[in-house]
T-cell receptor, first 112, second 110 residues
Framework: DAGITQSPRHKVTETGTPVTLRCHQTENHRYMYWYRQDPGHGLRLIHYSYGVKDTDKGEVSDGYSVSRSKTEDFLLTLESATSSQTSVYFC???????????FGPGTRLTVL | EDQVTQSPEALRLQEGESSSLNCSYT??????LFWYRQDPGKGPEFLFTLYSAGEEKEKERLKATLTKKESFLHITAPKPEDSATYLC???????????FGTGTRLLVSP
């Protein structure tokens, strides 16, 4: 299994509070991704990173920000959580943009 | 716009009853079609990558094939442990991003 951990694994929070999810990898892969998974939708890309301090938006980036200060860590922040951000969040990694993406175990976030 | 459609949404099989899952796609220049398996409460697990029409890949009871418009995941003599959701995704020439289908939920009964 690819060395990817996500924390926390479960979180319940209230509308309007900030939330940060962490993805940590031990594979030294250059690319890291954040997806959300909702019923009736495929996995949808939120943001991705192609190197330290290099990030770009995905298709559902509104309300989310990311940071990557070290190769191994990619943080996803919800500045002010809303109920529409209740979802399961997955981190993925790949050696390059052309390579296979490997996924972490996910974080289930509930915004009340 | 790139699109991936998987069918059926759900499939129930008896142990040993072979079948196929379909992934239809439209993409501006295919740079890979990916199959993943996802168990409840877990992240997607990589199965196969296919790059060109006519390509086939096999792993145990699974065989993935690719044409210019669709991919099939054939499951031969499935076992209950093959029960999972199977996800299909495509990547096009312009981006390093994957577009996913909504998956097929497979249940194999003993």
């Amino acid at each position: 299994d690819a060395g990817i951990t996500q924390s926390p694994r479960h979180k319940v929070t209230e509308t309007g509070t900030p939330v940060t999810l962490r993805c940590h990898q031990t594979e030294n892969h250059r690319y890291m991704y954040w997806y959300r998974q909702d019923p009736g939708h495929g996995l949808r890309l939120i943001h991705y990173s192609y190197g330290v301090k290099d990030t770009d938006k995905g298709e559902v980036s509104d309300g989310y920000s990311v940071s990557r200060s070290k190769t191994e860590d990619f943080l996803l922040t919800l500045e002010s959580a809303t109920s529409s951000q209740t979802s399961v969040y997955f981190c993925a990694i790949s050696e390059s943009g052309e390579d296979t993406q490997y996924f972490g175990p996910g974080t289930r976030l509930t915004v009340l | 716009e790139d699109q991936v459609t998987q069918s059926p949404e759900a499939l129930r099989l008896q142990e040993g009853e072979s079948s196929s899952l379909n992934c239809s796609y439209t993409v501006s220049g295919l740079r890979g079609l990916f199959w993943y398996r996802q168990d409840p409460g877990k992240g997607p697990e990589f199965l196969f990558t296919l790059y060109s029409a006519g390509e086939e890949k096999e792993k145990e009871r699974l065989k993935a094939t690719l044409t210019k418009k669709e991919s099939f995941l054939h499951i031969t003599a499935p076992k209950p442990e093959d029960s999972a959701t199977y996800l299909c995704a495509v990547r096009n020439t312009g981006f390093q991003k994957l577009v996913f289908g909504t998956g097929t939920r497979l249940l194999v009964s003993p």
